[in-house]
C-alpha cells in the first residue's frame, strides 16, 4: 500500500471515530452529566490519592478520605454562607421600603420627566383587566399542571443525578490508574506515540486550567468582597461571591457584579459619591485579574478566543444543562488542544500540500 493511501486511511479512521463520539455524546447526552462531573472531580483530586497510594495508603481508603474531605468543605461552606446570606437577605427585607420610597419619589418621575410616559398604575384599568381574563382564569389549572408534572420529573432527575455523582467519584478514584492503563492498551501501537502525546499536553492543559481556575474564582471572590465591605457596602458579600463565581466567563462576572454593586450602591447612598468608590473597586479587580491572577495562575496558553467561551457554554448548556456550564471551558480546552494537533496534521499531509 502507498504511503499516500495508507494516510487517507488513517485519517479515515479518526474521522470515523470522531464522528461516532459526537454521536455517541449527542444520545446519551441526558445521562452524562453525573459521569462528566464526577470524571472533572475525580481529575481534580486524584492527585490527592496518588500521593496517598504512595505512602502506602490503599487507593480505597485514599478515595474515601479524599471524600469525605470534599463533603466536609463543602458542609463548611454550608454552614458559614447560609447564615452570612440570611442576615442579608434579612438586611434587604428591612430597607426594602426605603428602596421603594425611593424608587417612587426620585427614579419614577425622573423617568416620567425623561420619556414622557406615566409609571403610575391606574387602578380602574387593572381592574377593569381582571374583570375581563377572569373568565379564562378557570382553565389555568389545566394548563399549569402538565408544567408542574414535567418540572417535579426534572427535579428528580437533578436528584438521581445528584446522588449518582459520588458514586460515580467514589470508582474512579479507586481505579483511576486501572483505568488509565487499561485506556492506553486499548490504543493501537501504530497510534500511540502521537495519542501518548495529545494526552501529556490535554493533561497539562487541563491541570492548568481547571486548578488555576478554581484559585482565581477563590481570589477574586476575596477581592470584591473585601473591597466592596471596605467602600461601605452593605451586600457586599452576595454581589461579591457572584462577581468572583463569574470570573471564569470573560468580562461577565466584572459587568454583572458592576451593575447590581452600581443599583445597591445607588439604593443605599442616594447619591454618586457612594457609587464611584464602587467603580473603583471593580476596576482595580478587573486590572488586578487581567494583568497579574490569571496570568499568573491561569496563563495564557490556553487560548479560548471570549467568542468561543461563550458559544461553548451556550452549547454544553443545551446539551448537559447546569451542569453542562460548569464542563464547558474545560471540555472546550481540550477540544482546542486536539484541533490543534489536528489542523498541524491536515498542514503536513499529502491532502493540503498536493
Given at each position: 500500500?502507498?504511503?499516500?493511501?495508507?494516510?487517507?486511511?488513517?485519517?479515515?479512521?479518526?474521522?470515523?471515530?470522531?464522528?461516532?463520539?459526537?454521536?455517541?455524546?449527542?444520545?446519551?447526552?441526558?445521562?452524562?452529566?453525573?459521569?462528566?462531573l464526577a470524571a472533572v472531580i475525580a481529575y481534580i483530586c486524584n492527585p490527592i490519592v496518588t500521593r496517598m497510594a504512595a505512602h502506602r495508603v490503599p487507593r480505597t481508603f485514599g478515595a474515601v478520605l479524599v471524600m469525605l474531605l470534599?463533603?466536609?468543605v463543602f458542609a463548611a461552606l454550608i454552614l458559614i454562607m447560609v447564615p452570612l446570606f440570611e442576615e442579608e437577605a434579612r438586611r434587604l427585607l428591612d430597607k426594602m421600603p426605603a428602596y421603594l420610597d425611593m424608587?417612587?419619589?426620585?427614579?419614577?418621575?425622573?423617568?416620567?420627566?425623561?420619556?414622557?410616559?406615566?409609571?403610575?398604575?391606574?387602578?380602574?384599568?387593572?381592574?377593569?383587566?381582571?374583570?375581563?381574563?377572569?373568565?379564562?382564569?378557570?382553565?389555568?389549572?389545566?394548563?399549569?399542571?402538565?408544567?408542574?408534572?414535567?418540572g417535579g420529573m426534572a427535579?428528580?432527575?437533578?436528584?438521581?443525578?445528584?446522588?449518582l455523582v459520588p458514586v460515580v467519584l467514589f470508582y474512579l478514584l479507586r481505579d483511576w490508574d486501572q483505568l488509565i492503563k487499561w485506556a492506553d492498551e486499548m490504543v493501537p501501537r501504530y497510534w500511540h506515540d502521537q495519542v501518548s502525546l495529545l494526552a501529556l499536553e490535554t493533561d497539562r492543559i487541563l491541570a492548568e486550567f481547571l486548578r488555576g481556575q478554581l484559585s482565581v474564582i477563590v481570589l477574586m471572590s476575596t477581592c470584591y468582597i473585601t473591597g466592596l465591605w471596605l467602600v461601605g457596602?452593605?451586600?457586599?458579600?452576595?454581589?461579591?461571591?457572584?462577581?468572583?463565581?463569574l470570573v471564569f466567563v470573560p468580562y461577565l462576572g466584572m459587568i454583572v457584579g458592576l451593575t447590581l454593586a452600581t443599583f445597591a450602591a445607588l439604593m443605599q447612598f442616594q447619591g454618586w459619591a457612594g457609587v464611584i468608590p464602587v467603580w473603583v473597586v471593580f476596576a482595580l479587580g478587573q486590572l488586578l485579574e487581567g494583568m497579574l491572577i490569571t496570568p499568573w495562575l491561569v496563563g495564557d496558553r490556553i487560548g479560548l478566543h471570549p467568542v468561543m467561551v461563550i458559544f461553548a457554554l451556550l452549547a454544553f448548556g443545551q446539551l448537559f444543562g447546569f451542569f453542562g456550564i460548569l464542563l464547558a471551558l474545560p471540555v472546550s480546552a481540550v477540544m482546542l488542544v486536539?484541533?490543534?494537533?489536528?489542523?498541524?496534521?491536515?498542514?503536513?499531509?499529502?491532502l493540503y500540500n498536493s
Open positions: 500500500m502507498s504511503a499516500k493511501n495508507s494516510d487517507n486511511i488513517y485519517y479515515l479512521w479518526w474521522l470515523t471515530l470522531g464522528c461516532v463520539s459526537a454521536g455517541l455524546i449527542y444520545l446519551l447526552s441526558p445521562i452524562l452529566t453525573p459521569f462528566l470534599l463533603l466536609s424608587l417612587k419619589s426620585h427614579v419614577i418621575p425622573w423617568l416620567e420627566a425623561r420619556l414622557n410616559i406615566s409609571l403610575q398604575p391606574d387602578m380602574n384599568v387593572l381592574r377593569e383587566a381582571i374583570s375581563e381574563h377572569w373568565q379564562s382564569a378557570g382553565g389555568l389549572a389545566a394548563k399549569v399542571l402538565p408544567s408542574l408534572t414535567s427535579v428528580v432527575e437533578f436528584l438521581v443525578n445528584l446522588l457596602l452593605e451586600f457586599a458579600l452576595p454581589i461579591g461571591l457572584v462577581a468572583g463565581i486536539w484541533l490543534r494537533h489536528l489542523h498541524q496534521r491536515y498542514l503536513d499531509s499529502n
